[in-house]
Nanobody, 118 residues
Framework: QVQLVESGGGLVQPGGSLRLSCAAS????????MGWYRQAPGAQRELVAR??????NYADSVKGRFTISRDNAKNTVYLQMNSLKPEDTAVYYC?????????????WGQGTQVTVSS
């Protein structure tokens, strides 16, 4: 079992920056991928950014503004969000995928609110 603890959300003005963190803890697990999703009111949850073995991919809407990074020693993933726009307002969820030789498991953080407003 893996537990995820997110931090770093809040209220920011358009054009501002925030940094989200997500730390994974537990026993005897191997991380395959770490990433961030978001869900705005009335919308479906969507992928924001993901890191799989060092390779990263981003939603088109955040390319050039958001950067995902991992600290493997700390089992922590970060999302640096710059040039924030009101349409970035959403609850952001950390997602971690672990795997054994036969199975993959998905874990979700509790979600952190990001609000971009003047």
């Amino acid at each position: 079992q893996v537990q995820l603890v997110e931090s770093g959300g809040g209220l920011v003005q358009p054009g501002g920056s925030l940094r989200l963190s997500c730390a994974a803890s537990g026993s005897d697990f191997s991380i395959f991928a770490m990433g961030w999703y978001r869900q705005a009111p009335g919308a479906q949850r969507e992928l924001v950014a993901r890191n799989i073995g060092g390779a990263t991919n981003y939603a088109d809407s955040v390319k050039g503004r958001f950067t995902i990074s991992r600290d493997n020693a700390k089992n922590t993933v970060y999302l640096q969000m710059n040039s924030l726009k009101p349409e970035d307002t959403a609850v952001y969820y950390c997602n971690v995928i672990t795997r054994t030789s036969t199975t993959m498991f998905h874990y979700w953080g509790q979600g952190t609110q990001v609000t971009v407003s003047s």
